[in-house]
């Protein structure tokens, strides 16, 4: 029998049988090791990061040594969540038809059991309650040969209702008394949402706000992909497909762009295999998997709707000061200390916008980055600027035979800059100058090209943007002047990186609070390395 062509998947969960994956293994090895040592613990990961697949994976990892039971509180609507009574009754059911469908074989004890559940609930009597419900099942664990291990998905689904948290403190009162009367082997409970934190999403007296899920383990498992298993994932596809492409390196690029965030490395893959290999200019798969390839798919991924940016959209909307504190980190240039317990970085992490680095406070990955920047420069307001107009007047010359000329560009924004904005004070500059750049930047390599900014040398002091356009790609370094022994500094550091990147010419643009400055664009030439710097 001929095997199914597997695809990549960027919706619902992922299946081996159909789908390229990453081997997560080792992950649902960490995963069981919690699960024997009876820990109740919640997976909370960002939209579309692997959560239902690896409870489907670790579902099947467990059924061994586990009965277990996966539920899904999407398929609960409101109703369901009227009263104590009904709740009971619809979980009952559920649990009832999720272990039977996922152990048919069972012993005649275990199966009576759940015969008298489901005759519980079939009733359905006003009595019984989430009392009776977890006496029932309580009686099930007693039952069972086998240890019993409660999956709930979707959980943020059920936070914003009172019910939900009486299920929660039902829930501890067994972990508590475990050692008296017999409960769940563990209890996983998957979201977004922490429900150690529900404060954040369910409003009631300030008496209620404690969570009852207080003796939840904590989940450190990394569930994002490293590049190993990126690399693993290429090279079943290119065992199937023969590309020739260069496994490692595109598995770095992948983990660059995303820092390893499921869906984006799921996205760009399925981009360069079925839209990139038919798309003119490429015409194949062999040149879709390659570095070109790629960026294109990094750009189509950047300018298309789809559920995650969607999602991302929404909370920025929902949560101002997510918001804010988003626009700062970007364009101020200014480090943020890294604070869990700080309201707007709290929510920033939970929607997986940031991370804690080395105890700052960063955008999540590159391509998240790049959105927010093109999300944030896009405004009517930003695009109302004099310098966006400025730029969408002059970018027809500054692409020759296909490329950028960039000595041109900068010789330009140092026109319109100081001619729009040389009065205004030092901080206005130091706040505002490295947006206005990026501001005129865009317009002129929109749809053809893409930018990032390299976070390794973002600092107070200095950003550097990388610009790939059709197949080249640019160098620019933004700091503020601070005296020229820094200025000297700077110079020598942007060579090193002209090294690193296999670049012979750079780019530098200074914004100088000196008042004897002489603004312009000169050359820097180092052996055989060429410095361009614009002083504005």
């Known amino acids: 029998m001929r095997r199914m062509e597997k695809v990549f998947n960027t919706t619902a969960a992922c299946i081996p049988e159909e789908h390229y994956m990453v081997n997560i293994d080792e992950r649902l090895k960490e995963i069981k090791n919690l699960v024997d040592s009876g820990k109740y613990f919640t997976i909370n990961r960002a939209r579309q990061y692997g959560k239902t697949t690896t409870l489907m994976a670790l579902q099947r990892y467990l059924q061994n040594d586990y009965y277990v039971v996966w539920m899904d509180f999407q398929t609960f609507d409101d109703a369901k969540f009227k009263d104590g009574n009904v709740f009971s009754s619809a979980f009952a059911s559920s649990f009832f038809r999720a272990l039977k469908m996922n152990h048919p074989v069972m012993d005649e004890e275990f199966k009576g059991s759940l015969d008298a559940l489901k005759k519980s609930t079939d009733v359905k009597n006003d009595f019984f309650t989430l009392k009776e ?139 360069m295999d079925e839209d990139i290999s038919v798309k003119e200019g490429f015409g194949s798969k062999k040149e879709a998997w390659t570095r070109n390839g790629f960026h294109e798919a990094v750009k189509m991924v950047l300018a298309e709707h789809n559920t995650l940016f969607e999602s991302l959209s929404e909370k920025l909307v929902s949560y101002p000061e997510l918001n804010d504190m988003l626009h700062s980190l970007l364009f101020t240039g200014k480090s943020i200390v890294y604070n869990y317990y700080e309201s707007s970085m709290n929510i920033a992490t939970m929607f997986g916008f940031v991370r804690n680095q080395n105890g700052l406070l960063v955008i999540a990955n590159r391509m998240f980055e790049t959105w927010l920047y093109n999300l944030y420069l896009s405004t009517a307001d930003m695009q109302s600027r004099d310098i966006y107009k400025a730029s969408l007047t002059d970018k027809s010359q500054f692409i020759v035979d296909g490329c950028l000329n960039m000595r041109l560009i900068l010789e330009k924004f140092v026109v319109h800059f100081n001619d729009l904005y040389g009065d205004r004070e030092e901080t206005f500059i130091e706040e505002e100058g490295r947006k206005y750049f990026l501001l005129y930047l865009r317009p002129i390599i929109n749809g053809t090209g893409n930018y990032y900014i390299e976070a390794r040398t973002r600092g107070q002091k200095r950003t550097d943007i990388i610009v790939d356009y059709n197949k080249e790609q640019y160098i620019i370094e933004m700091k503020i002047w601070r005296g020229e022994e820094y200025n000297n500094r700077g110079e020598k550091q942007l060579f090193g990186y002209l090294e690193d990147y296999h670049q012979n010419k750079g780019y530098m643009v200074s914004f100088n609070f000196n008042k004897k400055k002489q603004t312009g664009v000169h050359e820097i030439i180092v052996g055989d390395k060429v410095m361009i710097e614009a002083v504005v």
């Open 133 to 271: 419900l977890f006496e029932e099942l309580s009686d099930i664990c007693a039952a069972s040969h086998k240890p019993i291990v409660l999956m709930i998905d979707e959980v943020d689904s059920a936070t914003n209702n009172q019910v939900f948290m009486d299920f929660l403190a039902q829930l501890r009162a067994q972990y508590i008394q475990r050692f008296q009367q017999p409960t769940f082997q563990s209890v996983i409970l998957a979201g977004v949402y922490d429900v150690k934190n529900l404060k954040r999403r369910i409003r009631l007296e300030e008496h209620k706000y404690n969570s009852p899920w207080n003796i939840a383990a904590d989940f450190k498992i990394d569930m994002s992909f490293s590049k190993d298993g990126i690399a693993g994932m290429l090279r079943e596809y290119e065992g199937d497909y023969h590309t020739g492409m260069k496994v490692d390196e595109m598995a770095e690029l992948l983990f660059d762009y995303t820092s390893g965030y499921p869906f984006l490395v799921s996205r760009l893959c399925q981009l």
